[in-house]
């Protein structure tokens, strides 16, 4: 049996998804390293804390601390896809000391542009307004996942499509509000010196193999994957390829 490593893993998962998008690389990659796999404030099983604060990535990332606190975890390889990534770059300028090695996935360091902005300002209020019904998933799901993917797996896109109309208001508000706030990360990610895993699919019309490489290009000694055929939810669209470039990667200095 394959040795586990030193740090665990922490996957925090993508934007308007939980935790069950993990699904199909949980169970591979727990053969080598701990996955532990949150859902995020607001999202899935997690309740969103009732506050008058404005909505901020930041108090996200305090709520991924008090979870490694509560774990007695010091240090984890911190990974995430999409908005998970965002949130990863959160928790490193919050607390660096905590951040092993990171795993971005389908990410990217810039900020919103104006336009991504308003748009995330229009889903805030149309989900206090008409609650997520379809129209989130309808709205999502053609930049989410690969033309193929799309075509040829509809089971999949069903899947996805549960999992996004499954997802409170509330939380769905919430957490546009706190991703249009977010700064950029370029310089955060430049002066890192953890091990660093840049996953990106080829055809990801959300954050295209542009940003993967410009991420990739400013940490020192870091890997970039790109995955043929897959869009902006990789560990959905191709786990196989995920748990792959995760495992192959997993620094040997995590090992006991």
Same mark, same amino acid.
């Given at each position: 049996m394959a040795r586990m490593t030193e740090l665990p893993l922490v996957l925090l998962h993508a934007f308007p998804l939980d935790s069950r998008m993990w699904n199909a690389v949980r169970e591979p990659l727990a053969s080598r390293v701990r =996955?532990?796999?949150?859902?995020? *404030?607001?999202?899935?099983? &997690?309740? /969103?804390? @009732?506050?008058?604060?404005?909505?901020?990535?930041?108090?996200?990332?305090?709520?991924?601390?008090?979870?490694?606190?509560?774990?007695?975890?010091?240090?984890?390889?911190?990974?995430?896809?999409?908005?998970?990534?965002?949130?990863?770059?959160?928790?490193?300028?919050?607390?660096?000391?905590?951040?092993?090695?990171?795993?971005?996935?389908?990410?990217?360091?810039?900020?919103?542009?104006?336009?991504?902005?308003?748009?995330?300002?229009? =889903?805030?209020?149309?989900?206090? *307004?008409?609650?997520?019904? &379809?129209? /989130?998933? @309808?709205?999502?799901l053609p930049n989410l996942l690969a033309e193929a993917t799309r075509t040829r797996r509809p089971e999949l896109v069903e899947t996805v499509r549960e999992i996004i109309e499954s997802q409170p208001a509330a939380g769905v508000s919430w957490t546009a509000l706190a991703l249009r706030n977010r700064p950029d990360s370029l310089d955060l990610l430049r002066r890192t010196a953890v091990p660093a895993l840049v996953i990106v699919g080829e055809e990801d019309a959300i954050t295209p193999v542009a940003a993967a490489s410009a991420m990739a290009e400013v940490m020192a000694g870091s890997t970039l994957v790109v995955l043929p055929g897959a869009g902006h939810l990789t560990p959905l669209e191709d786990p196989a390829g995920v748990v792959e470039a995760i495992l192959s990667w997993y620094p040997a200095t995590h090992e006991k």
């Open positions: =996955v532990i796999t949150p859902d995020q *404030r607001g999202l899935g099983r &997690s309740p /969103l804390p @009732e506050s008058d604060r404005e909505p901020s990535l930041e108090d996200a990332a305090r709520d991924v601390v008090a979870l490694l606190d509560r774990l007695e975890l010091d240090r984890v390889v911190l990974g995430g896809c999409s908005m998970g990534g965002y949130l990863a770059m959160a928790v490193l300028r919050l607390a660096p000391e905590r951040v092993g090695g990171l795993v971005l996935i389908d990410t990217k360091a810039a900020p919103d542009t104006p336009e991504a902005a308003q748009s995330r300002l229009d =889903v805030a209020a149309r989900a206090e *307004r008409e609650g997520t019904g &379809s129209w /989130l998933a @309808e709205a999502n």
